[in-house]
């Protein structure tokens, strides 16, 4: 098609989404890019959005969140393990691609190394002849997923953990996992290093400087070497920075630029703006309270509702979602969370099946020329976009749409290989001959995803760059109406000795909130002032019948960068009636400030009980208040 006849079709009112993507054309050169800008592998990994964590090993069998390392791998026995099963639930998430926890911090490893005897070789699974890797890469190849790996650099189990050796093993392991399982998208490295575990036989705690220890740069390189199309998940130098949460939240804005200097966790996660690094951030939460399955958490599953929230608090905000799918003890991903998954990956690819900007006219108050057009914002392809001349940095790109559009989700994306180069914008409405501001935020990058209180009826709408260094590049312009989730109904569990907080009721507490104890809801958190052990802090529930109580479990909140902490010891007591009551148990809650884990406490013997009270005299780190997620209780099983 010639410039002449390109012009025409615009100027004539055509459907630009009838106009192909096309190069630039002589005459019409590409903006130069602005300051630090996207690798080809990294540009690659912003088009996947979203994708599968999927934490399973001898954790899983024990009921732990972070084991010791001094596990019998005989535990380690899945009764009808389906990779299939598990690729399958992430796809009807909608999730682009899977990462597997081949070893976590206890060092059990699901592939047969010859490298440990702490491995998949010496558990009961296919009679030591299985390889859970092997299973997991092939089932992702079969449905077109790309595949990951997580690959924990602190091991409680290794003798030489904190020494030379253990480096040497620890990149012999990543070389094994990089040379046998074909093509990976992703290598995760875990950010918790050093601390007390097995070693051995040693049982100490040993602390490292995890950057001098590892040599990042080196470790960084052999994935690279091995793996070119793989980003790398976190240190410095990395390809991938950790969001600075696990609430599944970005900051917002979330820019994926950062200084050059050592990871900060404030800076993780809202980015730098003009940062001269191209680091960008991953949204890593659990679709569970805990990264492995716990079946007195089968009730606390995110909803739908909540998982449509956090796409458009990662995704929507230009970072990508590493959302963790837990298997149970079979193998298999359960079935209440199945049923979640897929109503909210329904609910997702109905909202955006449809661009409803399809049709519609765009022009600009200026434009750089052939190649270059408004009318690329509407062709779909992430590699074209409409940009402005060089010393125009705030146009403004309006789409006249087909009468009657009727949209409640707005999605903007720029092309990064040129850089992020808007830094803030406004979306406008004209509705009823007026035009209304209906959004005005800092950042777009990979994308933004704005989601309105109500639809609206526009003849136009409008982009407007109100603050930019350079002339933008936009990659698209898109509108959506929303579809809201199918709801699933909640469960108790499926052990039935888990008993159903929600029935329970907060009798006295201490402090307001406590309601929030029982509501299955890991993202609500009673917080109240640190307690001290002259003035602790206190919450009594009534369970509402007489139970022979088993024990009872805490669940810290996630939440960071709250001034926050869970509590550090606890004091259990019980009654029948409310007025007479019994000690039940007391102790320190283990390493609850770091893994941040469900923590459970049987009681020495079942008691008949129809009320406990819990009593905190400290919190487990020097924090101004503390905070506590959710409150659980167990019977004997039967």
């Excluded at 009730?299 to 990508?320: A, F, Q």
């Excluded at 329904?346 to 909202?351: F, S």
């Excluded at 369970?543 to 960071?560: D, I, N, Q």
Aim: charged share 25%.
């Amino acid at each position: 098609m010639t410039e002449l006849s390109r012009r025409t079709l615009i100027a004539t009112g055509l459907a630009a989404s009838a106009l192909p993507a096309a190069p630039a054309l002589a005459g019409a050169a590409a903006p130069k890019p602005f300051g630090a800008v996207p690798s080809p592998r990294q540009w690659r990994w912003h088009g996947r959005e979203q994708y599968a964590f999927v934490h399973f090993s001898i954790n899983t069998f024990t009921d732990k969140e972070w084991g010791f390392g001094d596990e019998d791998p005989k535990l380690f026995d899945p009764s009808d393990f389906d990779a299939d099963q598990i690729v399958a639930a992430a796809k009807a998430g909608g999730l682009e691609g899977l990462i597997l926890t081949a070893k976590h911090h206890d060092g059990f490893c699901l592939w047969p190394t010859r490298l440990t005897e702490h491995c998949i070789r010496n558990s009961p699974y296919k009679g030591g002849k299985g390889d859970i890797v092997r299973e997991m890469a092939d089932a992702c190849r079969r449905a077109g997923l790309p595949f990951g790996l997580y690959l924990s650099p602190w091991d409680r189990n290794h003798a030489e953990y904190g020494r030379p050796a253990y480096v040497d093993y620890y990149r012999a392991q990543l070389t094994e996992l990089c040379t046998r399982y074909g093509r990976l998208f992703e290598v995760w490295f875990d950010g918790a290093n050093g601390g007390d575990g097995y070693y051995g036989g040693a049982r100490e705690a040993r602390k490292i400087n995890a950057p001098r220890y590892y040599d990042w740069p080196s470790i960084v390189a052999l994935v690279h070497k091995l793996q070119p199309d793989a980003c790398t998940f976190d240190p410095l130098g990395a390809d991938i920075r950790w969001v600075g949460n696990e609430d599944g939240v970005a900051g917002d804005p979330c820019w994926p630029t950062m200084p050059d200097h050592p990871y900060v966790q404030s800076e993780g996660n809202s980015g730098v703006r003009g940062g001269p690094l191209w680091w960008p951030a991953e949204t890593d939460v659990s679709i569970r309270p805990g990264w492995f399955y716990h079946a007195d958490e089968d009730s606390k599953v995110k909803s739908p509702e909540r998982l449509i929230r956090l796409y458009d608090e990662s995704v929507g905000r230009g970072t990508n979602l590493n959302l963790n799918l837990p298997p149970d003890r079979r193998g298999r991903i359960p079935d209440q969370d199945v049923r979640i998954l897929k109503s909210f990956g329904d609910a997702i690819r109905a909202t955006f099946a449809q661009d409803l900007a399809k049709g519609a006219i765009a022009h600009a108050s200026h434009s750089r020329g052939p190649g270059f057009e408004p009318a690329r914002v509407l062709d779909g392809d992430r590699e074209s976009y409409w940009t402005a001349p060089d010393e125009v940095a705030n146009p403004v790109l309006t789409l006249d749409l087909k009468p009657g559009t009727r949209f409640d989700v707005i999605r903007l994306r720029e092309y990064l290989p040129l850089g992020v180069r808007v830094t803030r914008f406004a979306v406008e409405a004209e509705i009823d001959g007026s035009w209304r501001t209906l959004a005005e935020h800092a950042c777009i990058s990979a994308q933004r995803v704005i989601r309105l209180a109500a639809p609206v009826v526009a003849r136009r709408v409008r982009l407007r760059i109100l603050e930019a260094p350079v002339c933008p590049a936009i990659s698209e312009f898109a509108l959506f109406r929303a579809v809201a989730p199918v709801p699933v109904p909640t469960i108790v569990s499926s052990d039935p000795s888990i008993l159903d907080v929600t029935r329970w009721q907060v009798v006295t507490a201490s402090a307001p909130g406590a309601e929030k104890l029982l509501d299955n809801d890991a993202g609500t958190v009673w917080m109240l002032p640190a307690p001290t052990p002259s003035a602790p802090a206190r919450v009594t529930i009534d369970l509402r019948k007489l139970e022979r109580l088993a024990g009872f479990s805490l669940t810290p909140s996630r939440h960071v960068m709250s001034k926050a902490s869970p509590p550090k010891r606890y004091v259990a007591e019980t009654s029948a009636d409310g007025s007479s009551w019994q000690s039940a148990a007391r102790g320190e809650f283990s390493n609850i400030a770091y893994a941040l884990s469900t923590q459970r406490v049987p009681f020495a013997a079942p008691r008949p009980a129809r009320y406990l009270r819990l009593s905190f005299d400290e919190t487990a780190l020097a924090e101004p208040r503390m905070a506590i997620a959710g409150i659980g209780g167990f019977v004997a099983k039967p």
